[in-house]
């Protein structure tokens, strides 16, 4: 089965603070792919990054940072100096390559999400 | 710069109507998907298509069909809306190869439409 947990439902922090979001996840793949995006009040989802299974590298994209550890199974998300921008559900995501059901391999798993609340 | 077009951003109807909800994308992708977001419960996923016709049942395909008759366009349809089909739905595609020369992309996302069924 695979599953992802994002366990802090709602986040608030005053702006600079930093904060980080946690995303653990479930699979029995040796190939997938680890996604965050980000949801502002306007709706649309926001690709934010994507990372293979066999990249276990950090990344960081300015504020934004990425913690992934498969011994642990988390891809955390961490916002540096946050800011009333950074306000928006954040969501967690993996998809799978399963070569015997090529099914699988196109849908992503979701997290329900971290509603994060920057306050001036 | 316009990837994925869903036909509308609100839409009001009433229950027992069929609503069409289309979804358009200019990306040549072979997936697409429809959601369904609602508080506390995340993305859910109705329908998918990973080809022109085909269709797989989501989680929650209960009261819902779909329809690909064109690569770039996949339309959800409620048979019959009701009042618990009021939610936000989500339009995505996205591709991913398996087999040699995989390739992969992120899923893009339509702007969403709010639908209320009254």
């Known amino acids: 089965a695979q599953k992802v947990t994002q366990a802090q439902t709602e986040i608030s922090v005053v702006e600079k603070e930093d904060v980080t979001l946690d995303c653990v996840y479930e699979?029995?793949?040796?190939?997938?792919?680890l996604f965050w995006y980000k949801q502002p009040p306007s709706g649309e989802l926001v690709f934010l990054i994507r990372?293979?299974?066999?990249d276990e590298q950090n990344e960081i994209s300015g504020r934004y940072s990425w913690n992934f550890q498969k011994s642990t199974s988390s891809f955390n998300f961490t916002i540096t100096a946050s800011q009333v921008v950074d306000s928006a559900v954040y969501f967690c995501?993996?998809?799978?390559?399963?070569?015997?059901?090529?099914?699988?391999?196109?849908?992503?798993?979701w997290g329900l999400g971290t509603s994060l609340a920057v306050n001036p | 710069d316009v990837k994925v077009t869903q036909s509308s951003r609100y839409l009001v109807k009433r229950t027992g109507e069929k609503v069409f909800l289309e979804c358009v994308q200019d990306?040549?992708?072979?997936?697409m998907f429809w959601y369904r977001q609602d508080p506390g419960l995340g993305l859910r996923l109705i329908y998918f298509?990973?080809?022109?016709?085909?269709?797989e049942k989501g989680d929650i395909p209960e009261g819902y069909s779909v329809s690909r008759e064109k690569k770039e366009r996949f339309s959800l349809i409620l048979e019959s809306a009701s009042t618990n089909q009021t939610s936000m739905y989500l339009c995505?595609?996205?591709?991913?190869?398996?087999?040699?020369?995989?390739?992969?992309?992120?899923?893009?996302f339509g702007q969403g439409t709010r639908l209320t069924v009254v």
């Open positions: 995501a993996l998809s799978g390559l399963d070569r015997l059901n090529a099914g699988n391999n196109r849908k992503l798993i």
């Open positions: 699979t029995r793949d040796t190939t997938y792919y």
């Open positions: 990372r293979n299974s066999f």
């Open positions: 990306m040549d992708h072979e997936n």
């Open positions: 298509s990973y080809d022109v016709k085909m269709k």
């Open positions: 995505a595609s996205w591709t991913l190869y398996t087999g040699q020369g995989a390739i992969d992309t992120e899923a893009f």
